[in-house]
């Protein structure tokens, strides 16, 4: 139950009332003061004070000052008069419970006010603020494009000076080259002049001479033709034997272990060709070589069509099994398939066949294969 407090004080003019209401023993900072135009409450555990004013107040102009233990009012009249006492009198429980809801009320309404104010004084704010940025912001974009057209006008000032540079720079080069042609033209006129004097004196010393040894020149003539035609040569043949080549190209240039291999592949490729195998029957010629079916199976597996690159390599197989490329390309499309016994079947094909060849294989051969992979 608070304690209601009975000795306070008050004081009035005309135009305003002051109240002074002692809180011994407690905080006063932490006191809750609730005033409307007709209502005044302080709550300060254990203490209460409520009063019912006896006329209306501004409240909004009124003032309270905390400290000393006490909380004094200063209360600003609505009208300018003398109060006869401080609180209303005759004044039942059910008037104060609407004077008190009353106040609620009527706090309640000016807090919202005040809230929509400040929301709508924010919003205006908000409003100022991005104005002012838009108009920052256009600002900066009019000198931004102020600034790149004053660059785009000197490039272009300057691209027209370089052009007007680069036309009388080519002008001068026109009337150089001219100059030079003109010249040239002189030399070659000067040099023709010069040949044709040479030629005419030429002709003149010549026809003396003619003239002046033509008697001689009857004299000898029968011996030095004489002299001059050789006797005819014998008739006989050379007989020249070459080497029978399949290449056409010479001994010397060609590599000889391989077109051996080459060969022995052709002859097993024919042999195998030979052979009834049902899938040659609609195949063109150039679709019965081994390496050309390869290729088809790389394809097809790039495409990972795996079941077509293994028919490929199979008839590829039929037609040359000692290529070790084969069963390995196999080897892959069973691998991407999940037929891992017959990868692993393909794999070791491939090893016996490249391990028998490298058995094989003459010493000076493998050298020369290992030069021309590596590059040397």
């Not at 209502?39 to 003032?63: Q, R």
């Not at 000889?256 to 042999?271: C, D, Y």
């Not at 039929?318 to 196999?330: A, D, F, G």
């Not at 691998?335 to 070791?348: F, G, P, V």
């Amino acid at each position: 139950m608070p304690l209601q407090v009975s000795d306070y004080s008050w004081q009035q003019t005309k135009v305003a009332v002051f109240i002074s209401v002692p809180l011994r023993g407690v905080c006063v900072r932490d006191a809750d003061v609730f005033c409307t135009e007709n209502y005044l409450k302080v709550n300060c555990p254990p203490f209460l004070f409520e009063v019912f004013l006896y006329a209306p107040i501004d409240d909004e102009s009124s003032k309270a000052k905390i400290g000393n233990d006490a909380i004094v009012f200063t209360l600003y009249k609505k009208e300018a008069a003398m109060w006869e006492t401080l609180s209303m009198s005759g004044v039942d429980k059910e008037m104060m419970q609407r004077i008190r809801e009353k106040s609620i009320l009527q706090a309640q309404e000016r807090a919202k006010e005040a809230t929509e104010a400040k929301a709508a004084a924010r919003r205006e704010d908000q409003k100022y603020t991005l104005n002012v940025m838009m108009k920052i912001e256009e600002e900066e974009r009019k000198k931004i494009e102020h600034m790149k057209e004053n660059e785009r006008i000197k490039a272009t000032k300057e691209l027209e000076a370089w052009k007007e540079h680069q036309r009388k720079a080519e002008q001068q080069k026109g009337i150089q080259r001219e100059e030079k042609l003109h010249q040239q033209e002189k030399q070659i006129e000067e040099e023709k002049k010069k040949i044709k004097h040479k030629s005419l004196t030429r002709n003149s010393a010549s026809r003396n001479l003619a003239t002046k040894g033509r008697s001689s020149e009857n004299i000898f003539f029968d011996k030095l033709k004489e002299d001059s035609i050789p006797a005819p040569r014998s008739v006989g043949s050379i007989k020249i034997n070459f080497t029978p080549r399949v290449f056409p190209t010479a001994l010397r240039e060609s590599q000889v272990a391989e077109e051996e291999e080459w060969l022995h592949k052709q002859a097993e490729a024919r042999r195998a060709m030979n052979t009834d195998i049902p899938e040659l029957y609609d195949l063109k010629e150039e679709e019965k070589n081994p390496e050309w079916l390869k290729d088809k199976g790389n394809k097809l597996f790039a495409t990972e069509n795996y079941l077509a690159a293994i028919n490929a390599y199979n008839l590829a197989i039929r037609l040359n099994n000692k290529i070790p490329v084969l069963y390995l390309n196999r080897a892959a499309c069973h691998l991407k398939l999940k037929n891992l016994h017959k990868a692993i079947e393909d794999s070791s094909k491939a090893y016996r066949i490249m391990k028998l060849h490298l058995r094989l294989i003459h010493p000076t051969k493998l050298y020369k294969m290992m030069l021309r992979r590596f590059g040397i």
